[in-house]
T-cell receptor, first 109, second 117 residues
């Protein structure tokens, strides 16, 4: 079956770095997405990886290893506003997104 | 970037009534839109894929007669929750893909919080 695993909750300190991991198993693969979702709001797109390697976009970076079925989202210089849920989603061979349950990130001063 | 607008953002209705939620792509044409439902502290659950000019494709376990989807134009899809009951209370979110399907980036509407009394 198809499955996405990511930690339920993580805590980090303002100004620090945090890495949110995601492993996936899908029927075929057409890319890995990370979305940020603040409580009560719709998700917003953060990143898309389809090739192995690291994609950097400002304070956020996303990494993909297709052979390992693994991705991580790296957040640097954490700010209080980064407190949110981070959703990992893999696109299968039918271009359907398979969603993880999300990782709730708590930032402490 | 592409913008998807969803309306209403909040709606409260009585049990047994029907509620319509609109999803519009404001600056691009969306042949396909997606409707999700999200329970508190849970991830998105795809309900159906809305296809312009044809019938929606529903996910397993989603009642098509309960959740009516219409995609009459390239910029508008509607979800109607018919004969709503308290268990239908949830956060409903639509999304659309602005590019070809292999780009995959989805743009989400603001979401609609439905409360059925």
């Amino acid at each position: 079956g198809q499955n996405i695993d990511q930690p339920t909750e993580m805590t980090a300190t303002e100004g620090a770095i945090v890495q949110i991991n995601c492993t996936y198993q899908t029927s075929g693969f057409n890319g890995l997405f990370w979305y940020q979702q603040h409580a009560g709001e719709a998700p917003t797109f953060l990143s898309y990886n389809v090739l192995d390697g690291l994609e950097e976009k400002g304070r956020f970076s996303s990494f993909l290893s297709r052979s390992k079925g693994y991705s991580y989202l790296l957040l640097k210089e954490l700010q209080m506003k980064d407190s949110a849920s981070y959703l990992c989603a893999a696109m299968d061979s039918n271009y359907q997104l398979i969603w993880g349950a999300g990782t709730k990130l708590i930032i402490k001063p | 970037g592409a913008v998807v607008s969803q309306h209403p953002s909040r709606v409260i209705c009585k049990s047994g009534t029907s509620v319509k939620i609109e999803c519009r792509s404001l600056d691009f044409q969306a042949t396909t839109m997606f409707w999700y439902r999200q329970f508190p502290k849970k991830s998105l659950m795809l309900m159906a894929t809305s296809n312009e000019g044809s019938k929606a494709t529903y996910e397993q376990g989603v009642e098509k007669d309960k959740f009516l989807i219409n995609h009459a134009s390239l910029t508008l899809s509607t979800l109607t929750v018919t004969s709503a009951h308290p268990e239908d209370s949830s956060f409903y979110i639509c999304s659309a893909n602005s590019g070809g399907r292999d780009t995959g980036e989805l743009f989400f509407g603001e979401g609609s919080r439905l409360t059925v009394l």
